[in-house]
C-alpha cells in the first residue's frame, strides 16, 4: 500500500521504518558475512561488488562501501549486495542503521545509475539523530510481528548526537529583508516547525535548530522561514533601490544588436542553431578532406548520431534549417541569418571562433506579377553583406572565388585588410539536388571579429563649388574584376577626381569574345573653385591615354 514490493517480513519491517522516519536501515544474513563483523571504508579503485539487483558495478575511490572481512558486502547508503541478501534460508540477521555524508551517496548513485529509495533519502540529507532511534523502532516491531528472538545488545560506533546549533536572528536584517522589524512575531511561526529558543533580547533572537533541519545554517535561511510562513503575498511592497552607476553592455553585444537590426530592417528572420550537428554536413556540402571544415571535432557523449560532431561553420545549419521547413509544408521565399560560434580542429586543440551567415532561398512558389524582375539573385545578398560592412564603415573587398559547395561563376571571397574573412556563393545545382531544394539557394559567411573593428567616421567641409563629371567606356577581358579597374582609375587620375562609379556592364555585338564592355562615371572637384570643361577635359583624356597604354581599349 506503500508503494514498495514486500519480500520478507524482516525487509519490510526496514522499508517501514525508512518510510516513517526517513531512515534507511539494511538487514544481512549474518550467516552469509565473510567474517562476524562489518566495516565502512572506501573503496579501491577498480574494485568490483554485485548488488542486489544482479547488476555488478566497477567502482572508484570516491565510493563507500560495507565490507566484512575485507570484502564487499554492500554500497553504502545505495544499495547491499547479493552476497548477504536475505532469503528464505535466512536464520540470523544483523541490522544497520547509519548516517552518511549526503554528497558521497548523490556521487555514487548518479555515476552508478543506481535510484533506491535508500540513495534517494541519503543524497538529500538524512538526520543523524534518527539512527538509534531508527534502529530501537526497527526491533520493536520485529518482536512485534513475531520476526524472531531480539537481542537488544546494540554496538555503537561514532557519536548520532548532531551537536548543538544556534542561528541568532536580527530586527535589522529582518527590516531589510522583509520590511518588518517586529522580533515578537517569529518565535511563535518558528516554534511550531521544531525550533527553540536559546536565548533572546529586544533586537535578536538566537534560536536553536532542530537536527532533522540540516538545511538552516545561517540567518537568511530562519527569514525565509518566517516569509514562507507569513506569506509572500504579506510582505509589504518596495521599490527597488536607485542604481547609482549606469550599466553598459560591451562592444560585441553592441556590434551583434546592430547587425541584427540592419539584416532584420533587410528582410531576415534570425534563427538559433545547436553548436552540434550530424558528420553527414561535409558528405553533403561535397566538402574535400584537406578543407579543415571537414574535420570537425566529434564529442565524447554526443546526444544523438544528428548532433555527433561540433559545426566548422554556419552554413549546414542555415542549409538544414530551411530544408525542415519546406518539408513542413512552407512555399515561399525565406530569408534567415545567424551570429553563432563555430569550432576548428588545430591538432588535437579545438579553435573557436564567431561567425555570422545569412542565407537567401527563392522559394517553392516563386511565381510573381513582376517575373524574374522580383526575384533575389547573387548580387541581392553581396548587396546585402555590403551593407553590413558600409554600416560600420569598413570595406569589404569582393573578389571572384572558389568553394566546393559553391557555382563556378557565382562564387566570391570576401577580404578585410587582406585576408579572407568568408564568402558569397549560390549553392551548386547538384547540392540543392540532393538536399531537395526544388529552388536556388544564396549564402554568405563571414568572420565576426572585423565587426568589433568599425572605422570612426570621417567630417569634413560642405564641398562649396560644383562637381564636373565625365564618363570613360573601356573593354576589359572577363576575368579582370570591376574592383581592378576602380582601383586601377583612382591609381591614374589625379587628386581632382573625387569618386569613380560604374554605371553599365555590356557584352555582345562589337565586343570581342571573352571580354566586355565597363562603363564608370568620374566626378570631377576643385576643393577651391570652380573647373572649367576645358581643364576637365584636359585631365580625362590624359587619364584614357594612361589606361590605354596599360592594355585596356576604349570605346
Not at 508503494?3 to 549474518?30: C, E, K, W
Not at 558495478?57 to 541478501?85: F, K, Q, R, W, Y
Not at 529509495?117 to 538509534?132: C, I, L, N, S
Not at 555585338?509 to 573647373?531: A, M, Q, V, W
Request: net charge negative.
Amino acid at each position: 500500500m506503500c508503494g514498495i514490493r514486500p519480500i520478507s517480513n524482516i525487509v519490510d519491517v526496514t522499508n517501514y521504518v525508512m518510510l516513517f522516519l526517513g531512515q534507511p536501515l539494511h538487514a544481512f544474513d549474518f550467516d552469509k558475512l565473510p567474517a562476524p563483523e562489518i566495516t565502512v571504508r572506501s573503496s579501491y579503485e577498480g574494485e568490483r561488488i554485485v548488488t542486489l539487483d544482479g547488476r555488478e558495478h566497477e567502482l572508484s575511490s570516491d565510493d563507500l562501501l560495507i565490507t566484512s572481512g575485507g570484502l564487499p558486502i554492500g554500497l553504502a547508503g545505495v544499495m547491499g549486495g547479493a552476497n548477504s541478501e536475505i532469503d528464505d534460508t535466512t536464520r540470523r540477521i544483523l541490522i544497520e542503521s547509519a548516517h552518511f555524508l549526503p554528497h558521497r551517496i548523490s556521487k555514487t548513485s548518479r555515476r552508478l545509475g543506481i535510484n533506491s529509495e535508500a540513495a534517494y533519502r541519503y543524497a538529500r540529507g538524512v538526520d543523524r539523530a534518527k539512527a538509534p532511534l531508527a534502529l530501537s523502532y526497527a526491533l520493536d516491531l520485529m518482536n512485534k510481528w513475531g520476526c524472531g528472538k531480539v537481542y537488544t545488545s546494540v554496538i555503537l560506533e561514532g557519536d548520532a548526537n548532531p551537536g548543538e546549533r544556534l542561528v541568532p536572528l536580527t530586527s535589522k536584517k529582518l527590516k531589510t529583508y522583509l520590511g518588518d522589524e517586529d522580533l515578537a512575531e517569529t518565535p511563535k511561526i518558528l516554534l511550531p516547525l521544531g525550533f527553540e529558543v536559546h536565548a533572546s533580547s529586544e533586537e535578536r533572537i538566537i534560536f536553536k535548530v532542530p537536527s532533522f533541519r540540516m538545511d538552516v545554517e545561517i540567518e537568511e535561511d530562519l527569514i525565509e522561514e518566517v516569509a514562507r510562513l507569513k506569506g509572500y503575498d504579506e510582505l509589504p511592497p518596495r521599490l527597488p533601490g536607485k542604481i547609482h552607476d549606469s550599466a553598459t553592455i560591451g562592444m560585441e553585444s553592441r556590434a551583434e544588436r546592430k547587425l541584427r537590426e540592419i539584416l532584420m530592417g533587410r528582410g531576415y528572420v534570425e534563427i538559433l542553431n545547436y553548436s552540434f550537428i550530424s558528420p553527414k554536413f561535409t558528405k553533403d556540402l561535397m566538402l574535400p578532406p584537406s578543407d579543415l571544415r571537414a574535420m570537425p571535432f566529434p564529442l565524447a557523449n554526443p546526444l544523438s548520431v544528428e548532433q555527433s560532431v561540433m559545426r566548422t561553420f554556419l552554413l549546414p545549419g542555415l542549409a538544414y534549417a530551411i530544408c525542415d521547413n519546406l518539408r513542413k509544408g512552407w512555399r515561399f521565399p525565406i530569408r534567415i541569418f545567424e551570429i553563432g560560434n563555430v569550432f576548428l580542429k588545430e591538432g588535437t586543440n579545438l579553435r573557436e571562433e564567431k561567425h555570422i551567415a545569412g542565407a537567401i532561398f527563392l522559394g517553392k512558389d516563386d511565381r510573381s506579377p513582376y517575373g524574374d524582375v522580383d526575384k533575389d539573385d547573387f548580387f541581392t545578398i553581396k548587396g546585402d553583406l555590403v551593407a553590413l560592412a558600409k554600416a560600420f564603415r569598413l570595406h569589404f573587398d569582393i573578389l571572384p572565388g572558389k568553394e566546393p559547395f559553391g557555382n563556378e561563376g557565382q562564387t566570391a571571397d570576401v577580404i578585410f585588410e587582406g585576408q579572407k574573412i568568408g564568402f558569397i556563393t549560390k549553392i551548386k545545382p547538384s547540392i540543392e539536388r540532393r538536399l531537395e531544394l526544388p529552388a536556388s539557394l544564396y549564402v554568405f559567411e563571414v568572420a565576426f571579429d572585423p565587426f568589433l573593428r568599425p572605422q570612426a567616421p570621417k567630417f569634413g567641409e560642405v564641398h562649396r563649388y560644383p562637381a564636373v563629371y565625365r564618363d570613360i567606356s573601356l573593354i576589359a577581358p572577363e576575368d579582370m574584376t570591376v574592383n581592378e579597374i576602380s582601383r586601377l582609375i583612382r591609381q591614374l587620375s589625379p587628386a581632382l577626381v573625387s569618386s569613380v562609379r560604374l554605371f553599365d556592364i555590356y557584352k555582345g555585338k562589337n565586343i570581342p569574345e571573352g571580354h566586355r564592355s565597363l562603363s564608370f562615371t568620374l566626378e570631377y572637384r576643385h576643393p577651391d573653385r570652380t573647373l572649367s570643361d576645358d581643364e576637365v577635359d584636359e585631365l580625362h583624356n590624359k587619364l584614357r591615354a594612361q589606361m590605354m597604354s596599360r592594355g585596356l581599349k576604349l570605346r
